[in-house]
């Protein structure tokens, strides 16, 4: 079995902060790329942020500079760091991990369970 665990969300005003953590646990063998994604009401889910294993990052065009991904190996842990947050990043955020749970299976993706991130004007 494996877990994924979110913690972080809230509700904040416009212009502050939150930082998310998901944190994998359970049968993990190893971990490849680690990502955020967010679905706000009515919207599709879309990507916000990933890392991959060396730390490469990519972002969402309407967060880059304001939101930070970055993983902890040693905890199975990634974070998202959001600042300057603003309403329309109003939504329920999801982490996406790719995970191995033997030395012969296949890498298969595992979904946390949602926290809701509320931003007031």
């Known amino acids: 079995q494996v877990q994924l665990v979110e913690s972080g969300g809230g509700l904040v005003q416009a212009g502050g902060s939150l930082r998310l953590s998901c944190a994998a646990s359970?049968?993990?063998?190893?971990?490849?790329?680690m990502r955020w994604y967010r679905q706000a009401p009515g919207k599709q889910r879309e990507l916000v942020a990933s890392i991959t294993t060396d730390g490469s990052t990519n972002y969402a065009s309407s967060v880059r500079g304001r939101f930070t991904i970055s993983r902890d190996n040693a905890k199975n842990t990634v974070y998202l760091q959001m600042n300057s947050l603003k309403p329309e990043d109003t939504a329920v955020y999801y982490c996406?991990?790719?995970?191995?749970?033997?030395?012969?299976?296949?890498?298969?993706?595992?979904w946390g369970q949602g926290t809701q991130v509320t931003v007031s004007s």
């Open positions: 359970g049968s993990i063998f190893s971990i490849n790329a």
């Open positions: 996406n991990v790719l995970i191995r749970r033997s030395l012969i299976s296949n890498f298969a993706d595992y």
